[in-house]
C-alpha cells in the first residue's frame, strides 16, 4: 500500500483479461524459465521450485528426465498459473548455483547471491506466456586433496574444464597456508524471520538462516543490521579452506573490475584444500603434507595445460610448498612454462628456494629447495614483506633470547603452552613466538610437537627405536649407558628401514615417470615422503637421503644447520646479494632476467594472514595494482575482464 | 647551602635544559626526503621529513632554514639559475633565489610528489601521488602528460622520478620496471599502455618523453620492481638501476637498443646467451675491476657526477658507490661514502631515492642520511676519479 491511499486495502495491479475481464474470471497462462549461467550457457534444471500466483495457487513443474545442459533441460514451463502477480522461489539447487539475474524480454534484473531466498522472485504473470531467462552463477570449484581419492578426484570434470575454457579461456588457481582446516561454507541470512531486540515488549531476537550454503563473499558487518548481535563472519562466510576459497575469489574478482552487484562477470577460480592443519607447531608434518599435496596437484596443472587452459597460481604461506612441489614435478619431466604467473605470497619457504641448485639446500633432508619448478612458470612473484611477524624477523638479537631460553625450558614450555592454548587466532599466537618459522626445526619443547622428532617418527612408526633415547629425543645431551640389545634393535631396524627405502626407490621411479608423461597422478612415496617434491627418487637419491637420516637421527633428530630465513620476509635480499655467503648465481641472473620478481609489501602488510581481509591500500597496491593491473590483466588474463 | 637555594638551582637547571630541548628541536631538522644541488655547486636546498626547507651554503658550511613548512618532495634547484623551487604545505609553489628573493609563485590544487621548472620559470612539471606527470604553462593553465593513477607513490613506496636534460628537449620518468614481457602477445609495447589506460595511465616503467611534443617516445623496458633512472645533462644518455638489481642503459638515439650495466662480481649479463640459466657463461666479466667489500646491486638510485660523462650508483644498505662511465657497462671506480653517519641509501628507503643529489657540473654530491637530519656532501675530482667527503653536518 502506498503512504499517499487511504483505502484500507491495496488495488490489484493485475492486468484485465483478453475480454477486460479481471481476475475473478481465473484467466490463466504460462511462466517458461530458461536457465543459464552468467555465460549465458544453458543448465539443466534439477528442480525448478515453484510460483506462487495471486490466486494464492502454488505450481510445480514437471522437469525433462535428463540432467544434460541441452536447451530442453534447462527449460520449466508453470502452466495454469493466474495472471498478475507471481512469486518464483528456487531451492538453489544443484548447491552453489546462486541466483544473480532474471532477464525478461522488457527487463534485465540483477541480484546478489542470496538475496532473493527471503521473499523469492516478483514476477508478473502475463496472458498467454511469460518468458524469463533465470541466470545463476556457476558453482564453486574446490578440489580437495585432503582424503585418499581417486586420481580423477583430483582433477576438473569436463563440465568445470569447459567452464574455465569459456570463462576467457584461463584459470586461476588458489593454494592456503598453514593451519587451515577444510571448514564448510557460510549461510545466507534470513533477513525476514531474524528479529533486533525491540526492548521488553516486542518478540525476542532471533538469527536466522536459510538452509542453502553461501558460496560467495557476504558482508557481515553490513548483515549485522538485520540481527541483534553482530554476526560471525564464520556463519556468513564460512570456515578453513571455504573461507579462505570465499574472500580471496571475491577480492580477486574486485581486482579485476567486479562493482560488487552485477555479477554477471564474476569468475570462479580453483581452490586447492589441501591438509596443513597439523596442530599449531608441527610444521614438519605440514611440509610433508604439502608435498604430498603438490604431488596430487601436478595432473590437475597437466589436465588445465592440455586443454589449452591458461594458468596462475597463488600460493599463501606454507600453500608455496604445495604449488612448488607441483611445479618442480612438471618441471622436472620438461613441460616449461606451464604457469603463466605464480604469485607467492608471504611464502613459508627458505629464501633459496627458487634455485635450480640442489647442493643449496641447507635442509638436512634436501626437502628445502625445489630445483625444476623455476621452469615451469613464466614469471614469479614474490610477494615478501618485513612486517610479517610470523616469517620473521631473523635478527640476531630475537635468536640470542630463544638461544637463552634453550637453558630455561620448562618457562619458556609454560608461556608458549599457554600461547598455543589462548583464544586467539593462530597468526596472533605464532606472531607471539616472534618469527615461528624460523624455529621449524627446533626440537623442544617436545609437547608442542615442533621440530623433526615428531614426525619422522611417526613416519617412520613401524622402524623404531631408530636412536638409542626414543622418546626423549628432544634431549640428545642426555647420554648414558645403552645396552647392546637396544643398540643391536636400533641396528635391525635401521638396516630393515634402509632396505624398505630403497625398495621404495627403485620399485616406483619407473611408474613415477610413465605416470607423470602420461599426465597421471604419480605414485606417492611413503618411506621417502620428505622427497615427494621430487618426481621420481633415483636409487642414488634415496642412499643419500638415508645417510641424511642417519645423521640426523644421530644428533637426536636435532639439524647442524639453521634454516634458511623465509622468502616471504627477506625475499631475495640475501641470496642475490653478490657479497654473501648464501649468493645464489641462478636467483641472482634470474632476477636480472625478470623472471623472479620481488614485490616488497613491507610498507602495507604486517600480518602474515593480511591479504583475506585486507586493508584498502593492501587491495589496492596487491591485489589490484601488482596482480590484476600489472600483471594478470597486461601479460594473461582473470576470467573475461 | 639551604635547602631552598637548592630546589631553586634543581628548577634552574630544569628549566635550562628544557629550553636546551626547544632550542635544539626547534632548529634541528628530521632525516632529508628530498634534496638538489645548484648548477654551480654553491648551495643545495632539501626538503625534511618534519617540513623544514633548508637552504645549505655548501663553501661557507652554513644552513638556514627557509621554511617550517615545505612538502617534503618539493626540493629543487632550477638548472643553471640560482634558483630553487619549493611547495608549501599551502600547494603554494614558490621560485625563490639564493638570497631570499621569490621569483615566482603560484597554488597549485595537489601536492606535489617530484617537480621541475624550465630556466625561464615559464613551464612546470610536476608529478602526484597518483603518478600523474603535468605541465603547467605560463598562463596558468595545466595539461596532462599522463594519468594520475590512484595512489601508485604508496602502492610503490616510491616516487615517480622525473629528469630533464639541460637543453629541456627531454625527460625521462621512472617509477617500477616491466621486466621483459612474455613473448608477444604478452608484450607490452608504448600503444598497449596506452590502450590499456588513456593518458599513459599505466605506463610505470622507465620512459623518454619529447617535452615539446608532450608525449613519451619510448618505453625502456627490462627493469624489475622499484626502479630509479636519470637522464644525463647532454641527453645523449639513459640510465637506470632497480631493486632487483638490474642496471641497464640505453643511448636516447637509440632507444629501442638495451644495454646491461656490469654487476659488481658477475659481470655483465648476455641476454642471448644460449645457455641455461645459471651457466656461468651467461656472463662477462672481462671488464670488471677489483671488487670492494659492501657492494649491493640492488639499487637505490643513480646520479650524474661529472657532466654526462661519470655517474654514480647506490646500492641498498651499502655506504659504497659505484663510478660508470656513460656508453660503458663496466664500473670504473668504486667510493666508500662512509659508515657514519649511516645513510639515507640503509634501510631499503626507495622513496626517499630524492635525498640524493648532485651537480655535474660543479660535481658535487649531497646525500641525506639514514635517520637523522643531517647532511654529507662529497666533491668528485674527474682528473683523480677521487670522491671526497668535504663537509659533514650530523
Known amino acids: ?641 | 647551602m639551604s635547602k631552598f637555594n637548592l630546589r631553586t638551582l634543581l628548577l634552574l637547571g630544569l628549566m635550562l635544559a628544557a629550553g636546551y630541548g626547544l632550542w635544539q628541536g626547534y632548529h634541528s631538522s628530521g632525516p632529508i626526503m628530498s634534496a638538489s644541488v645548484s648548477e654551480n655547486g654553491a648551495f643545495a636546498i632539501t626538503a625534511h621529513k618534519d617540513q623544514k626547507l633548508i637552504l645549505w651554503d655548501l663553501k661557507k658550511h652554513r644552513r638556514k632554514i627557509i621554511s617550517r613548512n615545505a612538502n617534503i618532495y618539493s626540493a629543487y634547484f632550477i638548472k643553471q639559475q640560482p634558483t630553487f623551487l619549493w611547495q608549501g604545505l599551502d600547494n603554494v609553489v614558490t621560485a625563490q633565489s639564493v638570497n631570499g628573493e621569490v621569483q615566482k609563485a603560484f597554488e597549485l590544487d595537489k601536492p606535489t610528489y617530484g617537480h621541475f621548472m624550465t630556466q625561464d620559470l615559464n613551464t612546470y612539471y610536476y608529478s602526484d601521488i597518483g603518478w600523474g606527470i603535468f605541465r603547467r604553462s605560463e598562463d596558468g593553465s595545466t595539461e596532462t602528460l599522463k594519468a594520475t593513477d590512484g595512489r601508485a607513490f604508496f602502492g610503490y613506496h616510491k616516487l615517480l622520478n622525473l629528469s630533464m636534460d639541460d637543453s629541456e628537449q627531454l625527460m625521462v620518468s621512472a617509477g617500477s620496471g616491466e621486466p621483459k614481457g612474455f613473448e608477444p602477445p604478452y608484450y607490452r609495447s608504448l600503444q598497449d599502455v596506452l590502450d590499456q589506460g588513456a593518458e599513459y595511465r599505466y605506463l610505470y616503467s622507465v620512459a623518454l618523453w619529447n617535452i615539446e611534443a608532450r608525449k613519451p617516445t619510448a618505453k625502456l623496458d627490462g627493469n624489475s620492481s622499484k626502479t630509479h633512472a636519470t637522464l644525463s645533462p647532454d641527453g645523449q644518455w639513459v640510465v637506470s638501476a632497480d631493486e632487483a638489481g638490474i642496471g641497464l642503459f640505453w643511448n636516447t638515439n637509440q632507444p629501442d637498443m638495451k644495454h646491461r650495466l656490469s654487476s659488481y662480481h658477475s659481470g655483465v649479463y648476455l641476454d642471448d646467451s644460449p645457455y641455461e640459466t645459471g651457466d656461468l657463461r651467461n656472463w662477462d666479466d672481462s671488464g670488471l675491476i677489483e671488487a670492494s667489500a659492501g657492494l649491493h646491486t640492488f639499487t637505490i638510485a643513480l646520479a650524474f657526477i661529472h657532466n654526462s660523462e661519470y655517474y654514480l650508483r647506490f646500492g641498498n644498505n651499502s655506504h659504497m658507490a659505484a663510478l660508470f662511465k656513460t656508453g660503458s657497462p663496466w664500473p670504473v671506480k668504486y667510493f666508500d661514502l662512509g659508515e657514519s653517519p649511516k645513510l639515507v641509501t640503509y634501510g631499503s628507503q626507495y622513496s626517499r631515492n630524492t635525498a640524493i643529489a648532485t651537480s655535474p657540473e660543479a660535481g658535487i654530491l649531497a646525500m641525506g642520511h639514514q635517520s637523522t637530519g643531517g647532511i654529507s656532501v662529497y666533491q668528485f675530482d674527474p682528473d683523480q676519479l677521487t670522491l671526497e667527503r668535504i663537509w659533514v653536518v650530523e
Not at chain 1, 541466483?99 to 502475463?126: C, K, M, N
Not at chain 1, 560467495?216 to 560471525?232: G, R, Y
Not at chain 1, 625445489?370 to 635478527?395: C, M, Q, T, Y
Not at chain 1, 602474515?608 to 590483466?633: A, C, D, V, W
Request: glycine residues 8%.
Open chain 1, 1 to 641: 500500500m502506498t503512504p499517499a491511499s487511504n483505502l484500507p486495502f491495496s488495488p490489484s495491479s493485475a492486468p484485465l483479461g483478453a475480454h477486460g475481464a479481471p481476475i475473478c474470471a481465473h484467466e490463466t497462462a504460462n511462466v517458461r524459465l530458461q536457465r543459464s549461467d552468467n555465460l549465458r550457457r544453458p543448465k539443466a534444471f534439477i528442480n525448478a521450485g515453484t510460483i506462487k500466483d495471486e490466486s494464492g495457487h502454488v505450481a510445480t513443474v514437471a522437469l525433462q528426465d535428463g540432467t544434460e545442459h541441452t536447451p530442453d533441460n534447462a527449460e520449466a514451463i508453470f502452466t495454469q498459473l493466474v495472471t498478475g502477480n507471481a512469486r518464483w522461489h528456487w531451492p538453489e539447487e544443484p548447491e552453489g548455483e546462486h541466483l544473480i539475474g532474471f532477464d525478461t524480454v522488457s527487463e534485465q534484473r540483477r541480484f546478489a547471491p542470496g538475496h532473493y531466498l527471503d521473499e523469492g522472485v516478483d514476477l508478473t504473470v502475463i496472458q498467454g506466456e511469460r518468458k524469463a531467462r533465470v541466470i545463476h552463477l556457476p558453482p564453486p570449484v574446490i578440489i580437495s586433496l585432503r582424503e585418499p581419492a581417486p586420481a580423477s578426484g583430483d582433477l576438473l570434470t569436463d563440465e568445470q574444464l569447459d567452464y574455465f575454457r569459456e570463462n576467457g579461456n584461463n584459470a586461476l588457481i588458489y593454494i592456503h597456508g598453514y593451519n587451515v582446516s577444510h571448514g564448510e561454507w557460510g549461510r545466507f541470512l534470513n533477513r525476514q524471520d531474524s528479529q533486533k531486540h525491540y526492548g521488553g515488549h516486542g518478540p525476542g531476537p532471533r538469527t536466522a538462516w536459510h538452509p542453502n550454503k553461501a558460496t560467495v563473499w557476504q558482508d557481515t558487518e553490513a548483515l549485522s543490521e538485520f540481527t541483534a548481535s553482530p554476526l560471525e563472519d564464520d556463519d556468513v562466510n564460512g570456515t578453513g579452506a571455504h573461507s579462505w576459497a570465499i574472500h580471496m575469489e571475491y577480492q580477486l574478482n574486485r581486482a579485476a573490475g567486479f562493482d560488487g552487484k552485477d555479477w554477471m562477470p564474476y569468475s570462479r577460480i580453483i581452490n586447492i584444500s589441501w591438509p596443513g592443519d597439523t596442530g599449531s607447531t608441527d610444521f614438519m608434518q605440514a611440509e610433508l603434507n604439502a608435498m604430498t599435496s603438490g604431488r596430487r596437484l601436478a595432473p590437475l596443472l597437466l589436465q588445465l595445460a592440455d586443454a589449452g587452459i591458461a594458468i596462475n597460481l597463488i600460493s599463501h604461506s606454507l600453500g608455496a610448498r604445495v604449488a612448488l612441489t607441483a611445479l618442480n614435478i612438471v618441471g622436472t619431466i620438461g613441460r616449461s612454462n606451464l604457469v603463466d604467473h605464480l604469485f607467492l605470497w608471504q611464502p613459508a619457504v627458505a629464501d633459496n628456494a627458487l634455485t635450480n641448485n640442489n647442493s643449496r639446500d641447507v635442509h638436512p633432508l634436501g626437502l628445502g629447495v625445489f630445483p625444476s619448478a623455476h621452469s615451469a612458470a613464466r614469471k614469479i612473484v614474490v610477494l615478501h614483506s618485513r612486517g610479517d611477524g610470523i616469517l620473521g624477523p631473523e635478527n640476531a638479537d630475537d635468536r640470542a633470547w630463544w638461544q637463552k631460553a634453550l637453558h630455561h625450558i620448562q618457562p619458556l614450555a609454560m608461556t608458549a603452552w599457554t600461547l598455543a592454548k589462548a583464544d586467539a587466532p593462530m597468526d596472533e599466537i605464532l606472531g607471539k613466538l616472534h618469527g615461528a618459522y624460523n624455529k621449524k626445526w627446533w626440537c623442544f619443547p617436545s609437547f608442542l610437537d615442533n621440530g623433526f622428532g615428531p614426525a619422522i617418527e611417526k613416519l617412520y612408526k613401524d622402524y623404531l627405536p631408530l636412536t638409542f633415547e626414543a622418546g626423549k629425543t628432544a634431549h640428545p645431551q642426555r647420554s648414558a649407558y645403552v645396552p647392546e640389545a637396544v643398540k643391536k634393535t636400533v641396528q635391525a631396524n635401521w638396516d630393515r628401514l634402509e632396505k624398505d627405502i630403497l625398495a621404495e626407490a627403485d620399485a616406483l621411479w619407473q611408474p613415477c615417470i610413465d605416470c607423470l608423461r602420461n599426465g597421471e597422478r604419480p605414485p606417492d612415496y611413503t618411506l621417502l615422503a620428505p622427497l615427494n617434491h621430487r618426481a621420481s627418487v633415483s636409487l642414488q637419491i634415496a642412499k643419500d637421503y638415508v645417510f641424511r637420516l642417519k645423521k640426523l637421527a644421530v644428533n637426536g633428530w636435532f639439524p647442524e644447520q639453521s634454516p634458511r630465513p623465509a622468502l616471504g620476509y627477506v625475499g631475495f635480499d640475501e641470496v642475490a646479494n653478490e657479497e654473501a655467503t648464501a649468493f645464489d648465481k641462478f636467483i641472482f641472473e634470474s632476477l636480472n632476467d625478470g623472471k623472479f620478481i620481488p614485490a616488497n609489501q613491507s610498507k602495507w602488510l604486517f600480518i602474515h594472514s593480511g591479504m583475506k581481509t585486507p586493508t584498502q591500500e593492501l587491495f589496492e597496491e596487491i591485489y589490484q595494482r601488482e596482480i590484476m593491473q600489472n600483471r594478470l590483466l597486461a601479460n594473461s588474463k582473470f576470467g573475461r575482464y
